[in-house]
């Protein structure tokens, strides 16, 4: 294999798989970056019936163009010449039919057409999308050639009247990258200057250095001129030299000249040319496809670090999002059951560095007790419950008929039950807090979770279950926290009375009796007792300003640490597979992505496992 062969065979085997992917010049929605664009490629171009599909016969010198009038070419033709060995049987093949070697060109003709119909619809509408066609012959060079639609002025019948702006832009789409030589086709009975293949080309390659000028219909040019002036570089220069062509006729087709013929009445064309005679040997399809395939195996030369180092950038970015998308999905029970639970711990990481550190909220936990416990504490009215009128009324209502002798037991221990009760909201409205943040806690931690974000139905299970579980634990907690005040009502701390100054002493000693008891029910004594209570409602408010906390994490906080996902575990264990892989189902369009991620990636290894097996050839 010699170094031309193989680097354009490269090329060529690049350039397939990316028709494959959907990866073409023309497409310009595409969400990959393009190794195509990165490839060197060559485009006929010029305008309808200035004789491209004649051109790309002579060079590969068999006739297998569909014809007709009108605009036949609809599609791109991607035309890929592989020169094999000169022994073995020529044969062609599309890509679209692989393994069936064609030896009838009337029907790549057809396929040709059959196919351009088979995207295009019958209409007269045109696609960007290529048609792969390779010929494997000894009597072609390697080369590949991109045969677009011809240029046009007006719609005909049927097409939209868009058509000549539409051809356009695909031809375009192809021409305007760098890496496109371009192969622009004037007729030479015509004159240069009104060549629509010039003007394109002049526009997307002002400096001209990957234009090839062709000049075909130098026979049919009026007596007594030739096109020495373009052929020779002065009417519209070029970095590379013109090559004129002499192409068959339309009665040499209606006649079915051969195409070896053609190629030698073309050579004796040149030869026997008074006009041309002295550029004999620089001038011809042969001499055509010669030029191009040594400056396209140059080009590619040239632009094989660039392309190696595309091909390494994109390995790594596909690769990069294969590991962002995930696995795909085992198909048994086992595993999934395992993929699930290896999904589940994830997230219970995640929530667990919420509530630890590491990642934020955790701390509106303690936010809860520092602040808003405090705060609600502060704000119950004990000083209406313990007014001086109701002390009085409390008082009494519990003496009954017969008014306390000493002190008011039943009115102290009356007064302090009804302030307790108070206790009951703010010890509730801490349940409820650590229940929210713990919910937006679960909450975020899912979304958090990027192993999960594929499995919608996952989520949404576990974000049931888990709420579930939080529900469960907040009702632990609100009968936990509801004890603690319940336990200090059903038993007052006898010390605290004890240590009371005794009103006894002072009430019941005659000899301060100067006006006799009308202080013993007097407001100073009601006051007394409302401030005594005041102080042991404090003293528990302190107390339950410690314990709520306490039994707020042990009952939610803690628990979610330790089981939150419990019954879901318990749950998962019990499906059958089919219930296991309804969990996994992931999004369609990531299933879709993953598997063109993983096609890609593989075409872009094999083609940086060819370039390394023939870069030793440079
Ligand atoms: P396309 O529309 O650009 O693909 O043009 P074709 O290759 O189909 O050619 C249009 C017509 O011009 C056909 O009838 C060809 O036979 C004819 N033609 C093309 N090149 C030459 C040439 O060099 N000499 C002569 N005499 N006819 C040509
Ligand atoms: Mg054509």
Known sequence: MTSMESLIGLVNRIQQACTVLGDYGGADNNAFSSLWEALPSVAVVGGQSSGKSSVLESIVGRDFLPRGS???????LVLQLHK??????????FLHMPGQKITDYAIVRQEIQNETDRVTGRTKQISPVPIHLSIYSPHVVNLTLIDLPGLTKVAVEGQPETIAQDIENMVRSFVDKPNCIILAISPANQDIATSDAIKLSREVDPSGERTFG?????????????????LEGRSYRLQHPWVGVVNRSQADINKNVDMIVARRKESEYFETSPDYGHLANKMGSVYLAKLLSQHLESVIRQRIPNITSLINKTIEELESEMNQIGRPIAADAGAQLYTILELCRAFDRVFKEHLDGGRPGGDRIYNVFDNQLPAALRKLPFDRHLSLQNVRKVVSEADGYQPHLIAPEQGYRRLIEGALSYFRGPAEASVDAVHFVLKELVRKSIAETQELRRFPTLQAEIAAATNEALERFREESKKTAMRLVDMEASYLTVEFFRKLPQEMEKAGNPANQATPN?????EGHYRRIGSNVSSY???ISDTLRNTIPKAVVYCQVREAKLSLLNHFYIQIGKKEAKQLSQLLDEDPALTGRRQQCAKRLELYKAARDEIDSVSWAR
Do not use: Q
């Open 70 to 76: 009108g605009i036949v070419t609809r599609r791109p």
């Open 537 to 539: 409602i404090s003293m």
């Open 84 to 93: 094999v060995d000169g022994k073995a049987k020529e044969y062609a093949e």
């Open 518 to 522: 009308v202080d013993r029910y007097g």
């Open 214 to 230: 062709v000049l075909t219909k130098l026979d049919l040019m009026d007596r007594g001129t030739n096109a020495l002036d373009v």
